[in-house]
């Protein structure tokens, strides 16, 4: 599956932006949508995950209660709307799929798309 990120950009600490996945190239039914990211000097680090069937979401313990995944079936595309962002969310957001169950590992995915740029100003 073909995967189309955007939405990055500069914003203030405690703003929000949306980032979307467009996806294309195959059926998502079966795949699992995740978000990670990339800081300067850092590993790839999980950020969200939903199952396009069904809708399970999972999230890393340092965004939740201020990131929503959530996917729109007729548009193949997954957002991750961040919101109260904090400068530590700086870094190059990825979005990611793979078919079947949910892991929480870049490794575990097939298919990225290019990176999206996020970085929160102090």
């Known amino acids: 599956v073909q995967l189309q990120a955007s939405g990055g950009g500069l914003v203030q600490a405690g703003g929000s932006l949306r980032l979307s996945c467009a996806a294309s190239g195959r059926t998502v039914s079966s795949y699992g949508m995740g978000w990670f990211r990339q800081a300067p000097g850092k590993e790839r680090e999980f950020v969200a995950a939903i199952r396009w069937s069904g809708g399970t979401t999972y999230y890393a313990d340092s965004v939740k209660g201020r990131f929503t995944i959530a996917r729109d079936n007729a548009k193949n595309t997954v957002y991750l709307q961040m919101n109260s962002l904090k400068v530590e969310d700086t870094a190059v957001y990825y979005c990611?799929?793979?078919?079947?169950?949910?892991?929480?590992?870049?490794?575990?995915?097939?298919?990225w798309g290019q990176g999206t740029q996020v970085t929160v100003s102090s």
């Open positions: 990611a799929a793979r078919i079947g169950v949910i892991f929480t590992t870049p490794g575990s995915y097939g298919d």
